[in-house]
């Protein structure tokens, strides 16, 4: 069973910083591209990030214009777990987070699509405080 476990969410001040954290479990890690998502209440379900990397080749990173500069995605294939440090973080960074896997490849055009990933974790609650 294909499990995704969203973690680290919480309160911060607007310019900190927090360490999302992505568990997987249920396939195998190194075929798939692990993404990062929020979704705001009443609105569309935003792709902010992505991965794809094994054998520490990173095959692919994208990120959003919102967070680009701010954010930094990266994954330990041998626990399973991919991260999204956030640093200066703002108000409007404040929403849900999910991580999501899928084994087919993405691209430029494609990568921020949620229709793109099989697999969905919970959400992780971010909020930043002005």
């Known amino acids: 069973e294909v499990q995704l476990q969203a973690s680290g969410g919480g309160l911060v001040q607007a310019r900190g910083s927090l360490r999302l954290s992505c568990a997987a479990s249920?396939?195998?890690?190194?075929?798939?591209?692990i993404g990062w998502f929020r979704q705001a209440p009443g609105k569309e379900r935003e792709g902010i990030s992505c991965?794809?990397?094994?054998?520490?080749?990173?095959?692919?990173?994208y990120y959003s214009e919102s967070v680009k500069g701010r954010f930094t995605i990266s994954r330990d294939n041998a626990k399973n777990t991919v991260y999204l440090q956030m640093n200066s973080l703002k108000p409007v960074d404040t929403t849900a987070y999910y991580c999501?896997?899928?084994?087919?490849?993405?691209?430029?055009?494609?990568?921020?699509?949620?229709?793109?990933?099989?697999?969905w974790g919970q959400g992780t609650l971010v909020t930043v405080s002005s």
């Open positions: 999501a896997a899928d084994r087919g490849p993405k691209y430029d055009s494609t990568w921020y699509r949620p229709l793109m990933y099989n697999y």
């Open positions: 249920g396939f195998t890690f190194d075929d798939y591209t």
């Open positions: 991965i794809k990397s094994s054998g520490g080749i990173i095959y692919y990173a």
